[in-house]
């Protein structure tokens, strides 16, 4: 992969090299764009997350445990990051494929320096017909309130912000930093203030640790524009020692909230969607979008690998097929070893035509009872949400 020193525990993979491109096909004029690709499974390209940094100042125990991101944890050398030209190329390369949505993540993204130059990079590219691309940041909202209105100049459309409860003390124990609640909340209204919206934000819910805040933050977010999401608790990586036991259901999570409001299930709003939407119904029925809507995203319980559109970028630069995969495409060597743009997007051409992955799916067939220690699937830390 790099000439970077192996930790003891390493929790990424190593790469493989990217294929290479399949033949060009024939065609009245080189200025063609590329053909946009589908995968074995007959899902187009649309999304492409891409992971700016490794590091993180929270320790949330279902993503950087403490225990393994220690002060002794060896995160990637700068050497090792993709530079912001190497993303926005690459990020050109994939709009070129179909690439409609990208979106920012990490580790934690605002901790990455001048972040804000990427993005006013990002938001000069265009799509094969001349659209912009909708560019879109996931955060914990540490930063956010000192950030907001410089990202947003910068070009950033929305953000998503992880809260995973109101409780201070939950909230506290869940980061495993102590990092207040208000903090958080204070970067969700200086994302508002800028117009840096429609807000989403995401909550994992842990069965036994934070169900409890499922109804005090929807009470808290209804009718305030901001969308709020509950995500099951994934047994994503190989270090947070997931088991079943702990992950509620999103039929549980929608349950809980109909106990309270009469909900509504709402139509995707676009193809691909991760969350399914539901909404707060009148008083004789229907939607009442004065009081908004919240999602849930169902990883576990019910997978929606079927129109699964998304790429994603490691912070040094593997392509990643599935959230879920234990390795990772080489696009860096490409990048450092002087390929054209022709060959670089006719191999991530070549690489998307011949994905399988439905991991979601697969797994629901035969579902897990805990996380296995060998399966060394990469880290959301690693490779971003
Ligand atoms: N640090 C940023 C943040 O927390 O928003 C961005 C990166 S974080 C890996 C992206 C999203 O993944 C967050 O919303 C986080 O809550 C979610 N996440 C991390 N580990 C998860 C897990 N095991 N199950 C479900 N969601 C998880
Ligand atoms: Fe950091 Fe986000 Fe992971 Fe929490 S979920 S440890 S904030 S990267
Ligand atoms: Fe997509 Fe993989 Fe998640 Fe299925 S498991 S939805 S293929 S990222």
Same mark, same amino acid.
């Given at each position: 992969?790099?000439?970077?020193v ?7 993979p190593s790469g ?6 399949l ?15 589908l995968?074995a499974?007959k899902?187009?390209l649309?999304d492409?997350?891409?992971?700016v940094?490794d ?7 279902y ?8 002060k ?7 050497? =090792?990051?993709?530079?912001?030209e190497?993303?926005?190329?690459t990020?050109?390369l994939f709009?070129s ?9 990490g580790?934690e993204p605002l901790?990455r ?18 659209a912009?691309l ?14 907001a209105?410089?990202l ?5 459309q ?13 909230f506290?124990?869940?980061n495993?930093?102590d ?9 969700i ?5 800028? $117009?840096?919206g429609?807000?989403k ?5 842990? !069965?036994?640790?934070n169900?409890?805040?499922?109804v005090?933050?929807a009470?808290f977010?209804?009718?305030t524009g901001v969308?709020? !999401?509950?995500i099951?608790?994934m ?5 947070? $020692?997931?088991r079943m ?14 106990a309270?409001?009469?909900?509504v299930a709402?139509?995707a709003?676009?193809?691909?969607e ?5 909404g ?8 009442? =979008?004065?009081?908004?809507?919240? $999602?849930v ?20 630069g ?6 879920f ?7 860096? =060597?490409?990048?450092? =070893?002087?390929a054209?743009?022709e060959?670089?997007? $006719? ?16 797994r629901?067939?035969?579902?897990p ?8 699937r990469?880290e959301?830390?690693y490779i971003?949400?």
């Amino acid at each position: 992969m790099s000439e970077r020193v192996i930790p003891l525990v390493d929790q990424r993979p190593s790469g493989r090299a990217m294929p290479s491109a399949l033949p060009a096909a024939p065609s009245l004029s080189s200025s063609r764009p590329p053909a946009m690709p589908l995968d074995a499974l007959k899902r187009p390209l649309r999304d492409l997350r891409i992971s700016v940094t490794d590091r993180c100042n929270f320790r949330c125990s279902y993503c950087m445990p403490k225990s393994v991101f220690d002060k002794d944890y060896q995160y990637l050398p700068q050497s =090792a990051l993709l530079s912001f030209e190497e993303i926005s190329r690459t990020a050109k390369l994939f709009a070129s494929l179909g690439v409609t949505k990208l979106r920012l993540t990490g580790g934690e993204p605002l901790l990455r320096k001048h972040i804000e130059v990427l993005i006013a990079m990002l938001a000069e590219l265009r799509t094969p017909s001349g659209a912009p691309l909708d560019i879109t940041l996931t955060t914990n909202g540490s930063l956010l309130a000192k950030k907001a209105a410089a990202l947003k100049a910068a070009g950033l459309q929305r953000v998503t912000v992880s809260l995973d409860g109101l409780d201070d003390t939950v909230f506290r124990q869940m980061n495993d930093v102590d990092f207040p609640v208000r903090d958080v909340l204070a970067g969700i209204e200086a994302a508002q203030a800028v $117009g840096l919206g429609p807000i989403k934000v995401n909550m994992v819910v842990k !069965r036994g640790t934070n169900e409890h805040e499922i109804v005090p933050m929807a009470r808290f977010f209804k009718g305030t524009g901001v969308v709020l !999401r509950f995500i099951e608790y994934m047994d994503v990586g190989a270090t947070n $020692g997931w088991r079943m036991d702990e992950v509620l259901p999103s039929a549980d999570v929608i349950a809980r909230l109909q106990a309270h409001w009469p909900m509504v299930a709402l139509d995707a709003a676009a193809p691909g969607e991760t969350a399914q939407r539901w909404g707060y119904a009148k008083a004789g029925g229907g939607h009442d =979008a004065s009081a908004g809507e919240i $999602g849930v995203i169902s990883s576990v319980t019910q997978a929606f690998c079927g129109d699964c559109n998304r790429a994603r970028l490691s912070t040094e630069g593997q392509i990643y097929l599935c959230l879920f995969a234990t390795h990772g495409h080489d696009l860096r =060597a490409l990048l450092r =070893a002087g390929a054209s743009d022709e060959d670089i997007a $006719g191999s991530i051409s070549a690489l998307w035509s011949g994905r399988t992955d439905r991991y979601s799916q697969l797994r629901a067939m035969q579902p897990p009872e805990a996380s296995e220690p060998g399966a060394r699937r990469v880290e959301m830390s690693y490779i971003g949400g």
